[in-house]
């Protein structure tokens, strides 16, 4: 009898729990779980993408980018002119209004990009000091002139959100880290760190009020819990699905999959320092030839990658598609140690991150075992981001697993950072102090080439040199982002190149 | 007992400073945090600037002194990743983590001593060997895989408990409760009995093993033999002697929950010091770790303090002089 009367209260329980669970979003809502929380609400606070993609629903810069191809659109300004190789003019868009209901003028560009570098506030600081002056020549129009000649500065703008001066002035600075007041396409309710952060449409926005009403971004780290919110049904939009539970969600009746190839490609960098094995393009070539693309692919990546020839990728000015990839080859590989007198192979350590990419870890384990197999030994350096790249920093690798994409779609910026000899104002993400003058002397004057037909020529035959000449860096793939939404709500969702989630992008 | 509380505490403020100069020591070769603050794409000489406005340029010593003075002082520096005060980052963590360590303990505690009386009155029936396996395999398995079990039955197959965050929160003064809405107490649920359950199985066995003990006594065979009814022999006699240790081990543990729950805040994605420690920890956030690490030793600190004083309270035979 009692034993019954508790079976009978536990049912309740769980009933009313299940009643309570299921709690229905609404057609005007969304709720979005993202693999990274936020660090900050200011705008120039962080260049991280998952940053940027989170201001991009509260800021805007003077242009913007849009989905699905990324492709560069007006913003907070309509037009600019670049009349020489120094000068950005830019015809500001008029009528339109920050939150707190300020304008939007010339003072507040001025004031932005003054921001940028104050280290305090920003981490945009090489965008700052790249800066000589900003000229107000109305309310809605100004010039901004650069200290060297920036090919891709427009490229750039999108990311370079604007803020309200008058109230950045006046508020206590770290209440401008936590609230923030733009002209985005949606306010800020609450900032919960680590819980949500929950935005309401701007019904003022000049592009016109966007379709989804509310919106809750959820970050959750865990990959398995964040599943576990999307199958629940507590979370409409997930970003970060990982490989392995890829065939999960396929699966799953109630779900819905959006892939889409990613900008990032994952690479080799390996050093070239004199008298050193690696100085000799046989070894270089033969380590290429020893490690098998297609088998890491399929087997690590579990076909979640595309293979690279190269380090941009296709809409990336300087891409080039002659660039095919040296095909996996170990009898090769190993005669051309022979030749180059490594008969017996030799010592190298391989370093990575092993928390960044996609199953990074087991990539540059696999490229061990490749190199194993034609005699070169590979020792294993792999450790958290924190410590990785500080140390890609200073140049203190000889070779190492790294991914990149430029979010200015220009891959003369990437190359000056990874590629150039290292100096001031170049190279500080060469890990390996790779050092060519060929390159060098090919990439110091596309500084000043503007025209966008003859940069692209000039980048692609410099991508050429370096990827088939000199095979300054060993690519292996471009990995694939992989989304998952809830099938049946009608949720219209286009994942972006840059893989900011854009709110007003979205409808339902 | 005076003379005995100053020289704790003393030697608190001792245990502190070394964990500060392990904390500084350790971070300082665990990443630069300059090449994130100052952006992927700043110039050798731009870092340079980023790394002096931030002091970072100085001599470990001078570093170290300076965070010791302000720490004193109740300063704590500010976030390298979110650029406002560590301490305020933390503080603003602290109710999330308290209630979900204050709910496992409540949880350990409850079912541990109830099941453990239960076993010790017949540890040989095939129910309570079943129930003292259980406890072995709590103590054994790892906290991630009972919390990624604990989601996959009861949040995705079953579908009756959320699977991660607080739910619908109440702001009272400065402290953000879950507990005063239906929605923060299912979320509740699953991460404190994932974080509690080591702490149960613990509490189970050293409750079971008092209570073996003292159910030997004569004093009990007296008490059964006077006839007193069941209840009162074992709750009024027995239980109340064989709880000390008991509430020792809870006092003492509830600290270390406070402050270890970091894997269990991680897989439920609770927003508390933990999740936050792991966060700083990926971001090399300096200023958040060492001032974390100082705060979960102070508490553990005070709280050992206070179990000590209490034992001379409790228990007349124990004295420090």
């Not at chain 1, 680590?194 to 780290?221: C, F, H, L, Q």
């Not at chain 2, 006594?217 to 000390?244: C, D, Q």
């Amino acid at each position: 009898m009692k034993r019954t009367f508790m079976l009978l209260l536990l049912g309740i329980f769980i009933g009313t729990l299940l009643s309570l669970t299921g709690q229905a979003i609404g057609a005007s809502s969304i709720v979005a779980a993202v693999d990274t929380p936020p660090r900050t609400m200011n705008p120039h606070g962080s260049d991280a993408d998952a940053n940027l993609s989170v201001m991009a629903n509260f800021f805007e810069g003077l242009l913007q980018r849009k989905a699905p191809k990324g492709d560069l659109f007006p913003a907070l300004a309509e037009r600019y002119e670049h009349p020489d190789l120094l000068t950005w003019k830019l015809y500001l868009r008029k009528g339109v209004r920050f939150h707190n209901g300020n304008p939007f003028t010339a003072e507040d560009v001025k004031f932005s990009f003054e921001r940028l570098s104050n280290p305090d506030v920003s981490e945009f600081i090489n965008t700052g000091k790249s800066i000589a002056l900003i000229d107000i020549i109305d309310d809605y129009t100004v010039v901004i002139k650069t200290k060297e000649p920036i090919p891709w500065f427009a490229n750039n703008l999108h990311q370079i959100y604007m803020m309200d001066k008058e109230s950045t002035e006046a508020r206590d600075p770290g209440e401008a880290e936590v609230k923030p007041i733009g002209t985005g396409a949606y306010k800020l309710v609450e900032w919960v760190k680590g819980s949500y952060v929950k935005m309401v449409a701007n019904e003022d926005y000049w592009e016109g009020p966007p379709p989804i009403k509310n919106v809750e971004m959820r970050p959750i780290t865990e990959s398995s819990t964040r599943f576990a919110a999307l199958v629940s049904g507590q979370a409409e939009l997930v970003s970060g699905v990982p490989v392995e539970l890829y065939e999960k969600v396929l699966q799953n009746p109630k779900l819905e999959v959006i892939t889409r190839p990613a900008r990032r490609s994952i690479f080799l960098a390996l050093g070239n320092k004199p008298g050193s094995p690696t100085a000799d393009i046989r070894v270089r070539k033969a380590m290429y030839m020893a490690i098998n693309e297609d088998e890491i692919i399929e087997k690590i990546m579990r076909g979640h990658a595309a293979p690279a020839a190269q380090i941009p990728d296709p809409p990336t000015i300087g891409y080039n598609p002659e660039i095919k990839r040296l095909a996996y080859n170990p009898e090769m590989a190993r005669k051309l140690l022979k030749e180059a007198g490594y008969e017996k192979g030799f010592e190298i350590t391989l370093s990575g991150p092993n928390d960044r990419y996609v199953q990074d870890a087991k990539i540059a384990e696999a490229v061990a075992k490749y190199l194993a197999k034609v005699g070169i030994k590979a020792k294993l350096d792999v450790k958290p981001k924190s410590i990785f790249f500080p140390q890609v920093a200073r140049g203190e690798f000889e070779f190492y697993l790294i991914g990149w994409f430029d979010g200015t779609f220009d891959m003369g910026r990437t190359y000056f950072k990874l590629g150039h000899t290292r100096g001031e104002g170049y190279g500080e993400l060469n890990g390996t102090n790779y050092s060519d003058p060929s390159i060098d002397t090919l990439l110091d004057p596309t500084g000043s080439i503007v025209e966008p037909e003859k940069r692209k020529k000039v980048l692609q035959d410099l991508n050429k040199m370096a990827m088939v000449d000199k095979i300054v860096w060993i690519p292996l793939h471009y990995q694939q982002d992989i989304y998952a939404i809830q099938k049946g709500k009608g949720i219209k969702f286009q994942p972006r190149p840059d893989r900011w989630i854009v709110f007003k992008e979205i409808s339902k | 007992m005076f003379t005995y509380i100053t020289r704790r505490l003393i030697q608190g403020v001792v245990v502190l400073l070394a964990v500060s100069f392990i904390c500084f020591i350790i971070f300082r070769y665990a990443g630069d945090p300059v090449v994130t603050l100052a952006g992927r794409y700043a110039t050798l000489q731009e870092r340079e600037m980023v790394r002096k406005a931030f002091g970072l340029d100085r001599p470990f010593y001078i570093q170290y002194t300076r965070f010791i003075a302000n720490a004193a002082q109740g300063k704590f520096g500010k976030s390298f990743v979110s650029r406002v005060p560590a301490f305020g980052l933390i503080m603003e963590r602290f109710p999330a983590t308290v209630e979900l360590a204050t709910s496992a303990v409540f949880i350990a505690f409850t079912m541990g001593v109830g099941l453990g009386v239960l076993v010790s009155l017949k540890p040989y029936a095939l129910r309570n060997r079943f129930i003292m396996a259980g406890s072995l395999f709590n103590i054994s398995i790892p906290t991630f895989l009972t919390g990624i079990l604990l989601i996959m039955v009861f949040a995705v197959y079953l579908g009756v408990l959320p699977p991660f965050g607080r739910g619908e929160t109440v702001t009272i003064g400065f402290w953000r409760t879950g507990l005063l809405t239906w929605s923060g107490i299912t979320h509740l649920i699953l991460p404190a009995f994932t974080l509690g359950m080591y702490q149960l199985a613990v509490l189970l066995r050293l409750t079971r093993a008092g209570m073996r003990e003292v159910l030997t006594e004569e004093y009990i065979k007296t008490a059964w033999s006077k006839g007193l009814p069941p209840r009162k022999v074992i709750f009024k006699h027995a239980l109340r002697n064989a709880l000390i240790p008991v509430v020792t081990m809870t006092g003492l543990q509830f600290g270390e929950l406070i402050a270890f729950s970091i894997v269990t805040e991680t897989i439920f994605q609770w927003p508390g010091m933990g999740n936050l420690l792991l966060i700083s920890i990926y971001e090399s956030d300096q200023p958040v770790i060492v001032t974390y690490i100082m705060l979960a030793a102070l508490i553990i600190l005070s709280l050992n303090i206070i179990v000590d004083v209490l034992y001379a309270y409790l228990n007349p035979k124990i004295r420090y002089e």
